[in-house]
């Protein structure tokens, strides 16, 4: 069973967010939040596997609220997913930089919601691939002047490097597979190991490496 946490200013929108996890034999809302404070508290709280995160929020926004989740060590496993209006908003992407697995907008259909939720819980891929990379691109340049240091991949290897090129294109496994005539195990071997020595937890995190040490460009891309 999926546990899923809804945190949104909305209270109309929390509930059907709530309703439709509740549709869902395999998922189960664990609790709501109105504000960025009210989400941590309830991460705390219900341990949930996937917390949907709205991005604009009073008391605490949704990247602050992002942070706090992801960087307490004992709420590991935890992913978040971004909620959002806008489908260029500079706070998704931060979002992303802060270890979010991913972003939707709110006016996805219901059966791809709940689609996506199952998706970030596997930690498989990462969401609406196109969307989030035209996003991540076109903050990667805007944040060029702040970014973190370029991540060092001296220990990546050359097909790693291609892995990780084609992950943040947007290409499922298969497709990678399929691009570089390998099996879909050994890509998934490729992923774990890109994971572990990268130090991340999911793609979403795979993609912003691959902008910010410049092997991936908004050309490129």
Do not use: C
Not at 45 to 62: A, S
């Amino acid at each position: 069973m999926i546990r899923v946490a809804i945190a949104d200013d909305q209270p109309l929108l929390r509930a059907t967010l709530t309703m439709l996890v509740g549709t869902a034999a395999d998922l189960v809302a664990v609790g709501e939040a109105g504000t960025g404070a009210q989400a941590v508290e309830l991460a705390a709280r219900t341990r949930p596997d996937v917390v949907l995160m709205d991005v604009r929020m009073p008391d605490m926004d949704g990247l602050e609220a992002t942070r706090h989740i992801l960087s307490d060590p004992s709420w590991a496993g935890a992913r978040v997913v971004i909620l959002t209006t806008f489908d260029l908003d500079e706070y998704v992407y931060a979002a992303l930089r802060a270890g979010a697995s991913g972003f939707l907008l709110k006016d996805i259909p219901p059966a791809d919601l709940l689609a996506a939720i199952r998706v970030v819980a596997s930690g498989e891929a990462l969401l609406a691939p196109t969307v989030t990379r035209r996003l991540i691109s076109e903050f990667t340049r805007r944040a060029a002047a702040d970014a973190l240091s370029a991540r060092e991949l001296t220990a990546v290897t050359g097909r790693e490097r291609e892995v990780l090129t084609l992950v943040a294109r947007g290409l499922t496994n298969p497709q990678i597979a399929a691009h570089l005539r390998l099996s879909i195990s050994t890509v998934k071997t490729h992923v774990r190991s890109l994971l572990s020595k990268l130090d991340v937890h999911d793609r979403a995190q795979l993609v912003i490496i691959a902008y910010e040490s410049g092997l991936v460009s908004a050309a490129k891309a």
